[in-house]
């Protein structure tokens, strides 16, 4: 048997499994894969992730197929009559189809996802300098994260600066994060939302959703920032704009009393006093 | 003649290696299952206090002090401590046993100084029966941010409540536990109700690690002086 046929042969196996199980993983694997789609950015990144599936899925397979071939095929079952081989030299054209193949790829991949985040910013943080901004059309909803140890804490500027202890959003509804933090660095992450923004002290780190319908969603940080960092989540929700509306009310009311010591709205804080901490 | 049985003509040497991997494997697998299963099934059980039972309902008396006792590990180091209602009996426990569904009225003894808040928003309490405290026996809803010295919180709950510091005029200060009630202090006492059973964190928002970079470390970043569970049962 010479090596010709053995590539013919791997070959042919690759195609067939490629074949069959690509589509599976492509359309039935992927798209029951997080975020979701509660948002218009968590649906773009089940689609990315699709395509993502659906390049690696035939180059995994290459790899295993080549795998278990070997071991099955090449397997020396007298190890008496191992003798060192032939030495091993370069080949030309598989050096160029596989510096092609590869380049292709990688280069598709990194257009793609570029393309993807100058699109709608794919929910992450884009500092306080956003290049991918949603349509001007529609005005967004400014909704402030402030992260300490260890804790999310929301405000509202276009309700007056409102500040929340917990996050609910209107359905259907342009949100623009402004992520920072108070003291070390936080990663502010709800991923039914599809958001992911690093909540860094002194920095205003903006990130776009677009919301659809209601749902519930959770909000972990997702930077090591100290001993509790593991019981630093809450849950939030979005809903009908009018219960939303309804919800900042409620909110306007009950912290009331502390709003007078709240500092004018900012997009960061250098907070003082520490009279005796540090 | 020596005739080996079935079986006994061996394992052959990659079937040994093959065994061997597998086993190891295994091994490996359960030691790390072990190790997870530990870790999760695992509470803090050492240090802990219960509350009190009495006919006007269960009570918890906590007290923070500046600093720990002379005796413990970090003399230094900010803390609370549980006590009773006549701040006679210090014990450092920051693992409270409370019953489930049930009022538990709180009575914190606030010995420590103001630190003031790094987000102004948590000097008003939540998650408290009426919606507000007792500051020295008077009704508040928040204090004044720069005057807070500690939180007391439990995030899982909502509980969040500001203590107050004593002024840095103050003329008795305490300097390390156990502090009789002669000496300067606050007094704080609100009511809240337990959730079914489970354990809680409880934590500080006050970063109030005196002599660490911007007061983060030491007490903030260790579980037993400003931090701890609240065991419902």
Redesign the interface.
């Known amino acids: 048997m010479n090596e010709v046929h053995h590539f013919r042969r791997v070959l042919l196996i690759w195609v067939v499994s490629s074949v069959i199980f690509t589509p599976l993983v492509v359309f039935v694997l992927a798209p029951g894969i997080p975020p979701g789609d509660g948002t218009v950015q968590s649906a773009g990144q089940v689609t990315d992730n699709a395509v993502l599936f659906g390049l690696s899925t035939p180059i995994a397979l290459a790899v295993l197929v080549f795998f278990a071939y070997s071991l099955i095929v090449f397997r020396e079952r007298q190890p008496e009559a191992v003798l060192d081989g032939p030495p091993v030299r370069g080949h030309a054209g598989i050096q160029l189809w596989w510096i092609v193949v590869t380049s292709v790829i990688v280069l598709s991949l990194a257009g793609y996802g570029t393309a993807r985040m100058l699109d709608d910013g794919a929910g992450g943080g884009q500092g306080p300098n956003p290049i991918a901004k949603p349509d001007p059309s529609q005005p967004p909803l400014q909704v402030q994260v ?1 992260a ?4 999310f ?1 929301f405000r509202f500027p276009g309700y007056g600066g409102v ?1 929340t ?1 917990h996050l609910e959003l209107p359905s259907n509804r342009m949100i623009e994060f402004h992520v920072t933090s ?3 660095i936080h990663s502010f992450w709800a991923y039914q939302l599809g958001v992911k923004a690093d909540a860094t002290p002194g920095a205003d780190n903006i990130a776009y959703v677009q919301t659809k319908k209601p749902l519930g969603f959770d909000i972990h940080c997702a930077e090591l920032c ?3 960092h593991g ?1 630093m989540f809450d849950k939030g929700a979005v809903v009908a704009p009018t219960q939303f509306t309804a919800w900042i009310r409620q909110q306007q009311v009950r ?1 009331a ?2 709003r007078k ?3 004018p709205y900012s997009t960061t ?1 250098f ?8 | 003649m020596y005739k080996p049985c079935r079986g006994e003509a061996g394992v052959s040497a990659p079937g040994k290696r093959v065994i061997w991997v597998a086993g190891t494997a295994v091994l490996v697998c359960v030691l790390i299952g072990l190790y997870i299963g530990f870790y999760l099934t695992t509470s803090p059980g050492d240090a802990s206090a219960s509350a009190v039972r009495t006919p006007v309902g269960t009570q918890l008396y906590l007290a923070t002090v500046a600093a720990s006792e002379l005796s413990d590990p970090h003399p230094t180091w900010v803390s609370y401590y549980q006590t009773d209602a006549r701040d006679q009996n210090w014990h450092h426990a920051t693992t409270y046993e409370l019953p489930r569904n049930s009022l538990v009225h709180v009575t914190i003894y606030q010995f420590d100084g103001q630190s003031g808040l790094r987000n102004p928003f948590i000097a008003q309490a939540t998650g408290v029966i009426g919606g507000s405290f007792e500051l020295n026996g008077k009704p508040t809803r928040t204090i004044d941010p720069d005057a807070a010295s500690h939180i007391f919180a439990i995030p899982q709950m909502g509980v969040s409540v500001p203590l107050a510091g004593i002024p840095d005029s103050a003329k008795n200060p305490c300097d390390n536990a156990p502090c009789p009630l002669s000496t300067d202090h606050e007094t704080i006492s609100f009511t809240i109700r337990t959730p079914g059973p489970g354990l809680y964190r409880w934590q500080c928002f006050v970063p109030c690690a005196a002599g660490y970079i911007d007061g983060f470390g030491g007490p903030m970043q260790s579980v037993g002086y400003m931090d701890g569970f609240i065991k419902v049962v």
Not at chain 1, 271 to 278: F, I, L, M, V
């Open positions: 402030i300490q140890q260890w804790k804490l500040e202890a108070l003291d070390v100290g001993v509790w019981y912290f009393p502390i010591s709240l500092p804080y907070p003082e006093p520490q009279k005796r901490a540090g």
